[in-house]
């Protein structure tokens, strides 16, 4: 099994299928599904409508249940000047970080607790070590 998963997803904005890669421990890792994954491509479509939008960037926002199966797509243009992506969005965007802070956090935890516990078992080491000098 290879690190990633490939998948294709529809774009309606470029009107074709774009790959994309979804790191597997990530997808398998989830606490709920569908989760959300967000990539993001130039845009690589023919349409006469965004001919000045050549090589702009297109976010694309993916629904993915635990089979690696695509539900569901968002796309959007990239455009920092205008506010094109959603509160909804950002909503989504804020809670996908704040799930991966917890995560961070709960692992840092623990990477404490195995901490702790090591220069505990290490200090009754040199403290027998001091006793068998004595
Ligand atoms: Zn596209």
Not at 12 to 24: A, E, T
Not at 53 to 61: G, L, R, S, V, Y
Request: one cysteine or more; glycine letters at 2%; hydrophobic letters at 30%.
């Amino acid at each position: 099994m290879g690190k990633y998963v490939r998948k294709l997803y529809f774009c309606r904005i470029c009107d074709k299928s774009h790959p994309v890669k979804i790191p597997r421990d990530y997808a398998e890792n989830q606490k709920r599904y569908p989760f959300v994954f967000f990539t993001i491509h130039k845009y690589d479509g023919d349409s006469e409508e965004h001919l000045d939008k050549k090589e702009k960037d297109i976010i694309a926002t993916l629904y993915i249940d635990k089979n690696y199966a695509i539900r569901d797509v968002d796309v959007a243009w990239e455009d920092s000047s205008a506010n094109i992506i959603s509160e909804y969005d950002t909503q989504k965007l804020v809670g996908f970080l704040i799930d991966h802070v917890n995560d961070l956090q709960d692992k840092y935890d623990s990477l404490m607790e195995k901490y702790a516990i090591l220069l505990e078992s290490s200090k009754e080491k040199s403290n027998k070590s001091d006793n068998n000098n004595s």
